[in-house]
């Protein structure tokens, strides 16, 4: 489905695009992190969210920002992962990486959680991002985390080199589908280099998908929606790529929003990925 000119493109600032919500019912979990992780004052929290949000849409208007993707908690919401990665973390002698950690709802959570800030880190291509994530939880006095802003893509990137080889699990949340296949592999070969060269570690994820794995003619030409199969190819060419091995779980569901009416503009066929992949341990 090709749009006409005339039609709002991702990318547009407009706040008439559909995927724009002017407002938002905060959920009770994400309520729960700003009211008890930094105290925000419960009258205060929705007019904050969305004030804060509406300074994000400035920075890049994601549809995920639009539709206030960032209090799901998607992290803390894998059953599959979260538990058995917060009794990881919460032992502190292990480190985790989310790049393009975007506003950083998923560190403040596992902060929240009991893990020492000062194991997490954030990769974010907008320092406007960032800034705005210590502004959403008004921690930047707390926080211990570190955050690079730069672009995962660029293999002669100075912290790709200097955060080589330093963690456990490096999450890669709704970020996979801006890029092209080529670009993706690339994303994995980087995590790749970035986690520790032994042990059990693990690059997780979510990604906007497709059911039939197609390249999407959207915004940016060629970015790739997956499904199971075309996940597991890309990983299977990373593994040759790399010289690794990786045990790789994938799944479609039917996360964001695919089935409530909203995504008018989208294609039917898209759901949302799940992934981990772990290290095979010979
Ligand atoms: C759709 S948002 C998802 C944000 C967050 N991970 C989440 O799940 O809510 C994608 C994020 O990736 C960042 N990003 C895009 N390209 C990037 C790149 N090449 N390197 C690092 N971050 C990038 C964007 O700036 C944005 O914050």
Same mark, same amino acid.
């Given at each position: 489905?090709?749009?006409?000119?005339?039609?709002?493109?991702?990318?547009?600032?407009?706040?008439?695009?559909?995927?724009?919500?002017?407002?938002?019912?905060?959920?009770?979990?994400?309520?729960?992190?700003?009211?008890?992780?930094?105290?925000?004052?419960?009258?205060?929290?929705?007019?904050?969210?969305?004030?804060?949000? =509406?300074?994000?849409?400035?920075?890049?208007?994601?549809?995920?920002?639009?539709?206030?993707?960032?209090?799901?908690?998607?992290?803390?919401?894998?059953?599959?992962?979260?538990?058995?990665?917060?009794?990881?973390?919460?032992?502190?002698?292990?480190?985790?990486?989310?790049?393009?950690?975007?506003?950083?709802?998923?560190?403040?959570?596992?902060?929240?959680?009991?893990?020492?800030?000062?194991?997490?880190?954030?990769?974010?291509?907008?320092?406007?991002?960032?800034?705005?994530?210590?502004?959403?939880?008004?921690?930047?006095?707390?926080?211990?985390?570190?955050?690079?802003?730069?672009?995962?893509?660029?293999?002669?990137?100075?912290?790709?080199?200097?955060?080589?080889?330093?963690?456990?699990?490096?999450?890669?949340?709704?970020?996979?589908?801006?890029?092209?296949?080529?670009?993706?592999?690339?994303?994995?070969?980087?995590?790749?280099?970035?986690?520790?060269?032994?042990?059990?570690?693990?690059?997780?994820?979510?990604?906007?998908?497709?059911?039939?794995?197609?390249?999407?003619?959207?915004?940016?030409? =060629?970015?790739?929606?997956?499904?199971?199969?075309?996940?597991?190819?890309?990983?299977?060419?990373?593994?040759?790529?790399?010289?690794?091995?990786?045990?790789?779980?994938?799944?479609?569901?039917?996360?964001?929003?695919?089935?409530?009416?909203?995504?008018?503009?989208?294609?039917?066929?898209?759901?949302?990925?799940?992934?981990?992949?772990?290290?095979?341990?010979?």
């Amino acid at each position: 489905m090709t749009a006409s000119s005339s039609t709002p493109q991702v990318g547009s600032r407009d706040h008439t695009v559909k995927w724009f919500d002017e407002t938002v019912t905060v959920p009770p979990q994400a309520r729960e992190l700003l009211e008890n992780y930094r105290h925000i004052p419960a009258a205060e929290v929705q007019d904050h969210v969305v004030t804060l949000r =509406n300074k994000a849409w400035e920075v890049w208007p994601y549809p995920c920002l639009g539709q206030f993707r960032f209090l799901e908690l998607n992290l803390a919401n894998r059953a599959d992962i979260y538990p058995q990665l917060l009794s990881r973390l919460r032992g502190g002698d292990q480190r985790f990486l989310d790049v393009g950690c975007c506003l950083g709802q998923d560190i403040r959570k596992l902060v929240y959680d009991g893990v020492p800030s000062e194991n997490l880190a954030g990769i974010e291509l907008e320092a406007g991002f960032v800034e705005l994530g210590y502004e959403l939880f008004r921690d930047r006095d707390t926080l211990k985390s570190r955050f690079a802003v730069g672009t995962i893509l660029d293999e002669d990137w100075v912290v790709l080199k200097e955060w080589e080889g330093q963690y456990d699990v490096v999450q890669l949340g709704m970020i996979l589908h801006l890029f092209t296949w080529e670009e993706q592999a690339r994303v994995f070969e980087h995590a790749i280099r970035l986690l520790k060269r032994e042990g059990d570690v693990a690059i997780i994820g979510q990604a906007t998908g497709n059911l039939d794995g197609i390249a999407s003619p959207s915004w940016r030409k =060629n970015t790739f929606r997956h499904n199971a199969e075309t996940f597991g190819k890309l990983i299977s060419e990373v593994e040759r790529s790399t010289g690794t091995r990786w045990e790789v779980t994938a799944s479609l569901d039917d996360g964001l929003s695919v089935h409530d009416g909203k995504r008018t503009w989208d294609d039917p066929k898209t759901r949302r990925l799940l992934f981990e992949v772990r290290r095979k341990q010979e």
